[in-house]
C-alpha cells in the first residue's frame, strides 16, 4: 500500500532553506545539519579539520544567510539607533562597519551584531537573535522604518589568507584596498553585490551580501574562482573554533540573551563581558545609560576572561576554582587551537576573580577507558585573543 | 530672559501642583509654578459657558479633600467654605419611588429591612477596608523590594492595617478585593436601586463596568471620602475653583511664584538629569528639581519624550490604561427642574436603576459607541448656591457615562449633540419638565476634557484606578514614589499614589518626596 503524502515525516524538522541550499547539499557529504533560526544550516560538509585549516590557511566559504539581518531606514535612523546602542553612531561614516551590543533598561546584553552604514539614512543590523519587538519597541519618537530583510539578502562569509585573490578572481579589482570594516560594492554580471571587509575568524575574510536570484550562479563562480586556492564550504563547527581563536564572543553561548533569561543573576552587563569600551556615556540617552553608569561606578558582580588551560583538553562548560578551592565562575566557550598550538577557554567568573594574574584552575572531566576522571588543570589569565595575524589587518590586504 | 532662580519648578496649577509647592515653600524652597492654562486649578475650576452662568467645569463636588490640607494651609480663612456639606445621594427611580442613602443610613423605594441591615454592614466594612487605605494615602508608598527600613516599616504598616481588620475581615478584604462589584453586590442585596447607586460609584472615572475587576477597589477607594469628614459630598461656594482658588492664594502667601498662560513644551535634561524647562514660547528656566502635575502620559511622552526614557519603560508609560468614559454635561436652566416623586433637587441624584442598567451601558464604550441608555450624576448647584445662575435660573451639571474616548464614528458637533439628546431624553423620563427649560448645554466629551484640561484621554483619575497600577506600583513601575527614571523629575498629580479627585494628597506626599530627595 502506498501511504506516501505530501507531508514531512513527524520526526522532520521543517526548516527553510537558503538561496544557497542546492549548492550546500551537493557539498555536505556528512549530511550534518542543525537549525539556525528556522534556516537548515550545515555542521560539517566533510571533515572538521580540513575545514578549519581551509580558513587559516586558505579559503573557508560560510553561508550565513540565516544570520538575521534589518534594514533600518528614515530621517531619525541614526538618532534611533543611537539610542539603541551603547556605543556613539553619530560617528559612524557612510561605508563602515561597527561592533555592537545593545541592552535593556536594566543595562544588561541584549544581543550584539555589526551594523552597516549603507547610507545616510539607511542602515543593516545583523544580529544572532530576532529583535523586531525590542526595534519596534525603541521606535516611538523617531521616524524611522525597520523591515527585517533576512530572507530578502543572501549572503556568504569568504574567510582565509586567499579570499582576497579569490575575488579579485572575479574581475573585482581594487578590492585589496578595502580597509577592515569597511563596505564597498561590486558587480556579479548585472547584479550589485555588496562586499565588506568583515567576518567571525579573525582573518583576512569578506562578507558578500547579494539577492536571492543570483545566489546559485555566484557560488558556482566563487568554487570556480577558487579552486587553486584551497576554497572549500565549510560548517558550523569549524567556524565556532575559529571564532573562540579570535577572541569573539558569541551570544546565546557566551551569554545568555537578556530577555530570554529566566533566573535572576544570569543576564551580563557590557561590563561583564569585556565590552565596557563600547559603553558611550558622552553621548545622547541610550537604553540602559542610568544601570550601566552606576554599575561603572560601583563595580560589577561578573568579569569575562580569556583563559590559558595547561594540556591540550578543551575545558568545556568546566568549573573555574580559585586558590582556595572555591568555585568561582565557568567556562562559556573552549578549544584546543591547532594553529597557535594553545588551550583557549572563555570564562565568566565573580569579580574580582577575573583580574589579570590570579591563580584559577579549571575542573576537567575526561572519559578514559570507560573510567571517568577528573582534573584540576591550571589556567592563566590572558588579555589577547589567541590568534591575531598581522594580514587580518594589512592594507592593501595581502594576496596570496 | 529669566534671570529668577528657583529651586524647584512645578509645571501646572492643578490642585495637586499647587498643594506640592505650598509645602516646597513651607520649606523653604524657592518655587516657580508654570501653568499653561489662564488659571489656576486643572480640573477643578469654576468657569463660565453660557451669559451670566458659572459651572464647575470637571469636578463638580468635594468628597475626599483631605483635612490635612485644609487645615495645614488654612484654607478656610484663604475663602474656602462650603455652600453645602454632606448631599444625599438619591437613586432615582421613573416611578418616583427613589432610595436616598447618607453615610450608612439607607430609605426609600420600599428597602426590605435585610437589605437595610446588610447595607450598614457593607458600608462599615468597606469604611474599614478604606481606613487601610487612607493611612496609605498620606505617605510615600513603600517599595517593593530593597527598600530601607522606613519602607520595611511602611509595607510592615500595610500588613499590619490588614491584619489588624480581624480574621474575618481581612479574609473578605483578600477575597472582594480582586473581585467586581456585581458579585458582591448579587450576594449582599436585593434591592435594584440601591445595588444600581452602589455599582455606580465603584464605576465612576473608570473604563469599567459593575461586572469589570478592580471596581470593588474603586468603590473603596470612593469610601476613603468617609473618612476624610465626608459622609457625602460637598459643594464649595463659588464652585470647584474656591477650593484651588484658595490653595493658590496660600501659595501665593508662601511666595510661591506662580505663573499662568506658560504652556512648557520640553523638560530639559542633560545627561540624565532633568535641568530646566523651556516653554512653548521658547523662553527657558532651570532648576535643580522638576515636578510635573500633569499626568504620566503628557510628563513622559510629550515633555521629556521617549527618545530621553528607556525602552521598556518607554513601553510601560504606553500602556498605562488612560481611557476614560466619562463625559460632562452642562445645562443651563429657566427654572428648577420637577423631579417626579421628589422635592428637593438639591441632592447628588443618580440615574443607575439596577446594576445591569449600568452594565449594559458600559457595554457600548467597549467598542467605540456612546451608551443608549447612560448612566449619570446629576447635581444642581445653583439651587445651594446663588452665585452660579441668575435668579430664578439653575445650572445643571452631570456627569455622563459612558462615552468613550475613541468614538467609532468621531466626535463631531453631530454626534456630540446626538448624545446631548440621548441624555436628555433620558432626564426627562425623571424630570419630565426638564427639555422645556434647558437654555443652553455644553457637552465635554474625554476628548474635549483632554484637550481643555491637558489630561491625556481625559481621564478623571490621570490613569486608571487598579490593582496594577496603584500604590506601589503608580503610576507604573520605574515612575514610582513620586520619583522617575530621570534624575531630579518627579511627579505630584494624580497619575501618582493614591490617585485622583480633589484630595491634595498626591501633592503633599510628592512634597515630602522631594525634599528627601534633596538631602541625599
Ligand atoms: C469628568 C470628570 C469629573 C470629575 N468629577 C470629580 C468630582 O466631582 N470630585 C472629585 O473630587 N474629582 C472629580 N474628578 C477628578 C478630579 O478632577 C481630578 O482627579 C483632579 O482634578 C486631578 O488634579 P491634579 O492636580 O492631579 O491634576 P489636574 O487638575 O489635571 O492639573 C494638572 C495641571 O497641569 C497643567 N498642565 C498640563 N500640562 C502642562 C504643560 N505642558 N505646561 C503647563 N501646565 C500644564 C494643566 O493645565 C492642569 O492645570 C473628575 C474628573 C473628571 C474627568
Redesign the pocket.
Known amino acids: 500500500m502506498n501511504l506516501k503524502r505530501n507531508v514531512p515525516d513527524h520526526d522532520e524538522r521543517m526548516l527553510l532553506n537558503t538561496p544557497f541550499h542546492s549548492r550546500l547539499q551537493k557539498a555536505c557529504e556528512l549530511n550534518e545539519w542543525e537549525e539556525w533560526k528556522g534556516y537548515k544550516a550545515p555542521v560539517i560538509f566533510t571533515d572538521l579539520a580540513q575545514e578549519y585549516f581551509a580558513m587559516r590557511n586558505s579559503c573557508g566559504v560560510f553561508d550565513l544567510t540565516p544570520m538575521t539581518k534589518y534594514k533600518i531606514e528614515g530621517p531619525d535612523a541614526t538618532a534611533y539607533l543611537d539610542k539603541l546602542m551603547t556605543r556613539n553612531m553619530t560617528k559612524q561614516r557612510v561605508g563602515q562597519v561597527l561592533y555592537v551590543i545593545w541592552c535593556d533598561d536594566e543595562g544588561q546584553v541584549l544581543d550584539d551584531g555589526t551594523i552597516f552604514r549603507l547610507t545616510d539614512k539607511r542602515y543593516r543590523l545583523c544580529s544572532a537573535g530576532r529583535h523586531m519587538d525590542w526595534l519596534q519597541c525603541t521606535a516611538p519618537g523617531f521616524d524611522v522604518e525597520i523591515i527585517d530583510e533576512t530572507a530578502e539578502v543572501a549572503a556568504l562569509a569568504v574567510q582565509g589568507p586567499t579570499s582576497c585573490n579569490i575575488l579579485q578572481g572575479l574581475g573585482w579589482d581594487g578590492l585589496e584596498n578595502l580597509k577592515p570594516f569597511n563596505i564597498t560594492h561590486f558587480q556579479f554580471g548585472e547584479t550589485p553585490i555588496t562586499v565588506s571587509r568583515t567576518g567571525f575568524t579573525g582573518d583576512l575574510g569578506y562578507e558578500l551580501w547579494m539577492p536571492p536570484h543570483c545566489a546559485e550562479a555566484f557560488w558556482d563562480k566563487l568554487m570556480e574562482a577558487g579552486k587553486d586556492r584551497g576554497i572549500m564550504p565549510i560548517g558550523s563547527r569549524a567556524l565556532d573554533m575559529v571564532r573562540i581563536e579570535a577572541g569573539f564572543l558569541q551570544a546565546g553561548v557566551d551569554f545568555v540573551h537578556a530577555e530570554t533569561t529566566v533566573r535572576s543573576g544570569r543576564t551580563r552587563s557590557p561590563f561583564e563581558l569585556g565590552f565596557g569600551w563600547l559603553v558611550h556615556f558622552d553621548k545622547a540617552h541610550f537604553n540602559g545609560r542610568k544601570a550601566l553608569y552606576q554599575e561603572k561606578t560601583q563595580g560589577s558582580p561578573h568579569q569575562f576572561v580569556k583563559l590559558d588551560v595547561a594540556g591540550n583538553r578543551p575545558a568545556e562548560h568546566a568549573f573555574i576554582y580559585n586558590k582556595h578551592k572555591k568555585a568561582v565562575g565557568s567556562v562559556t566557550s573552549a578549544v584546543w587551537s591547532p594553529i597557535t598550538k594553545t588551550n583557549i577557554a572563555f570564562a565568566s567568573l565573580e569579580t574580582p576573580w577575573g583580574e589579570a594574574g590570579t591563580e584559577l584552575y579549571a575542573e576537567i572531566y575526561f572519559l578514559r577507558e570507560l573510567k571517568w576522571t577528573r582534573e584540576m588543570v591550571k589556567c592563566s589569565i590572558v588579555e589577547e585573543a589567541a590568534y591575531n595575524p598581522v594580514h587580518r589587518r594589512a592594507v592593501p590586504a595581502r594576496c596570496l | 530672559m529669566a534671570t529668577d532662580t528657583f529651586d524647584v519648578i512645578v509645571?501646572?496649577?492643578?490642585?495637586?501642583?499647587?498643594v506640592c509647592s505650598n509645602y516646597l515653600s513651607r520649606a523653604g524652597l524657592k518655587v516657580l509654578v508654570?501653568?499653561?492654562?489662564a488659571q489656576?486649578?486643572?480640573?477643578?475650576i469654576t468657569r463660565s459657558f453660557s451669559e451670566g452662568f458659572a459651572v464647575?467645569a470637571?469636578?463638580?463636588?468635594?468628597?475626599?479633600?483631605h483635612p490635612d490640607i485644609v487645615g495645614d494651609l488654612g484654607l478656610e480663612s484663604l475663602g474656602l467654605q462650603y455652600a453645602v456639606k454632606n448631599l444625599k445621594t438619591i437613586a432615582l427611580s421613573e416611578d418616583g419611588n427613589h432610595l436616598s442613602i447618607l453615610g450608612e443610613r439607607v430609605e426609600g423605594a420600599q428597602l426590605s429591612d435585610s437589605d437595610r441591615q446588610a447595607y450598614g454592614i457593607f458600608y462599615n466594612r468597606t469604611k474599614r477596608f478604606a481606613a487601610v487605605l487612607a493611612n496609605l494615602a498620606g505617605k510615600c508608598p513603600p517599595r517593593l523590594v530593597e527598600g530601607g527600613l522606613t519602607e520595611k516599616l511602611s509595607l510592615f504598616k500595610l500588613g499590619l492595617d490588614i491584619r489588624m481588620l480581624g480574621k474575618t475581615e481581612m479574609r473578605e478584604f483578600m477575597r472582594i478585593a480582586t473581585i467586581n462589584i456585581f458579585d458582591v453586590l448579587e450576594e449582599q442585596f436585593e434591592n435594584p436601586l440601591l445595588k444600581g447607586a452602589i455599582s455606580f460609584d465603584a464605576v465612576l472615572?473608570a473604563h469599567m463596568g459593575p461586572r469589570s475587576p478592580n471596581t470593588v477597589l474603586a468603590y473603596i477607594h470612593r469610601q476613603m471620602g468617609s473618612l476624610f469628614g465626608f459622609a457625602g459630598?460637598a459643594l464649595p461656594q463659588g464652585g470647584?475653583g474656591t477650593v484651588t482658588q484658595a490653595i493658590a492664594r496660600a501659595a501665593v502667601a508662601n511666595k510661591v511664584d506662580i505663573r499662568y498662560n506658560?504652556?512648557?513644551?520640553e523638560i530639559t535634561i542633560d545627561h540624565g538629569r532633568a535641568v530646566g524647562v523651556v516653554l512653548q514660547d521658547g523662553s527657558t528656566y532651570s532648576a535643580a528639581q522638576i515636578v510635573s502635575?500633569?499626568?504620566p502620559g503628557?510628563t513622559f511622552k510629550?515633555?521629556v519624550g521617549y527618545p530621553k526614557l528607556d525602552s521598556g519603560f518607554a513601553r510601560r508609560v504606553e500602556n498605562i490604561r488612560t481611557k476614560?468614559d466619562?463625559?460632562?454635561l452642562h445645562l443651563t436652566l429657566d427654572g428648577l427642574p420637577e423631579f417626579t416623586g421628589s422635592s428637593d433637587a438639591g441632592q447628588r441624584m443618580l440615574i443607575a436603576p439596577d446594576a445591569a442598567y449600568v452594565e449594559r451601558a458600559f457595554n457600548h464604550s467597549k467598542y467605540g459607541e456612546y451608551s443608549s441608555a447612560p448612566a449619570m450624576e446629576i447635581l444642581i448647584p445653583s439651587v445651594h448656591d446663588a452665585s452660579l445662575a441668575p435668579q430664578g435660573k439653575h445650572v445643571m451639571s452631570i456627569?455622563v457615562q459612558y462615552a468613550p474616548f475613541m468614538l467609532r464614528t468621531g466626535w463631531d458637533t453631530q454626534s456630540k449633540q446626538a448624545f446631548t439628546n440621548i441624555i436628555v431624553q433620558r432626564l426627562a423620563r425623571y424630570a419630565p419638565n426638564l427639555p422645556g427649560l434647558i437654555i443652553d448645554s455644553e457637552l465635554?466629551t474625554p476628548q474635549d476634557?483632554e484637550q481643555e484640561?491637558?489630561?491625556t484621554g481625559?481621564?478623571?483619575?490621570?490613569c486608571e484606578l487598579a490593582l496594577d497600577q496603584i500604590a506601589m506600583m503608580r503610576p507604573v513601575y520605574g515612575a514610582t514614589r513620586y520619583s522617575t527614571p530621570i534624575e531630579g523629575l518627579y511627579l505630584?498629580?494624580?497619575?501618582c499614589h493614591p490617585?485622583?479627585?480633589?484630595?491634595g494628597m498626591?501633592?503633599k506626599n510628592s512634597a515630602a518626596a522631594i525634599i528627601k530627595g534633596r538631602s541625599t
Open positions: 509645571i501646572g496649577a492643578g490642585h495637586n501642583g499647587l508654570l501653568e499653561a492654562a489656576a486649578g486643572g480640573a477643578c464647575s470637571c469636578a463638580h463636588s468635594v468628597s475626599q479633600l472615572g459630598p470647584m506658560c504652556p512648557v513644551k502635575n500633569a499626568d503628557t510629550g515633555l476614560s466619562c463625559a460632562k456627569i465635554l476634557i484640561f491637558r489630561i481625559g481621564h478623571w483619575h490621570h505630584c498629580g494624580a497619575g490617585g485622583g479627585n480633589v484630595m498626591a501633592g
